[in-house]
């Protein structure tokens, strides 16, 4: 059983960085393509970001498009996701899983990482 532990969030002004991370156990993580997502308050979760799992192929949604980078290392069994140029708007819990259009999709979701953006 997979399991997702997510960290690097934390209280940052409008226009800085955050690096997230998120570890995974088990032995299928390389060979799942994953993603992050966030769910900000009375919001929906929505996806951010995805990479394949060689970390050739990235996507990004409007949410994270331009600003924000997806990356991982086998490994480590980890992903990250760089955050650069953070909005208010940016404030949810952070959430890695597996791509939407995984077949591996969803796996059990982790506790999450709280990003705080303050003016």
């Known amino acids: 059983q997979v399991q997702l532990v997510e960290s690097g969030g934390g209280l940052v002004q409008a226009g800085g960085s955050l690096r997230l991370s998120c570890a995974a156990s088990?032995?299928?993580?390389?060979?799942?393509?994953m993603g992050w997502f966030r769910q900000a308050p009375g919001k929906e979760r929505e996806s951010v970001a995805a990479i394949s799992w060689s970390g050739s192929t990235e996507h990004y949604t409007d949410s994270g498009r331009g600003r924000f980078t997806i990356s991982r290392d086998n490994a480590k069994n980890t992903v990250y996701l760089q955050m650069n140029s953070l909005k208010l708007e940016d404030k949810a819990v952070y959430y890695c899983?597996?791509?939407?259009?995984?077949?591996?999709?969803?796996?059990?979701w982790g506790q999450g990482t709280q990003v705080t953006v303050s003016s």
């Open positions: 088990g032995r299928t993580f390389s060979s799942t393509n």
């Open positions: 899983n597996a791509d939407p259009l995984s077949s591996m999709y969803p796996l059990p």
